[in-house]
């Protein structure tokens, strides 16, 4: 089983930046990829942006040209470089296998909160 686990999340006001972190104790990069989602407050939580075996990208139009996904395959790190962040961008970010695979289990995630 994959274990991963999120950081780098905390309070930024609008327009900064940061730049979460997904470590992961398997390498799944050459079968599924690996994928940010995130969970607003109230909200059903959303697949944001994966990055496929192959090393392809892609991203939900609401984060497409703000947020970049990336990896370090000799480190098992997933990174998410999220840039002209919004108040709407505010959630719990996880990392997890991305569509059309299912998560089977959830890890704590990290929290981002942008202020305006």
């Known amino acids: 089983q994959v274990q991963l686990v999120e950081s780098g999340g905390g309070l930024v006001q609008a327009g900064g930046s940061l730049r979460l972190s997904c470590a992961a104790s398997r390498i799944t990069f050459s079968v599924t990829g690996i994928g940010w989602y995130r969970q607003a407050p109230g909200k059903q939580r959303e697949w944001i942006a994966a990055?496929?075996?192959?090393?392809?990208?892609k991203y939900v139009d609401s984060v497409k040209g703000r947020f970049t996904i990336s990896r370090n395959n000799a480190q098992n790190t997933v990174y998410l470089q999220m840039n002209s962040l919004k108040p709407e961008d505010t959630a719990v970010y996880y990392c997890?296998?991305?569509?059309?695979?299912?998560?089977?289990?959830w890890g704590q995630g990290t929290q981002v909160i942008v202020s305006s």
């Open positions: 990055i496929r075996g192959a090393g392809s990208t």
């Open positions: 997890n296998v991305p569509p059309p695979y299912s998560p089977s289990s």
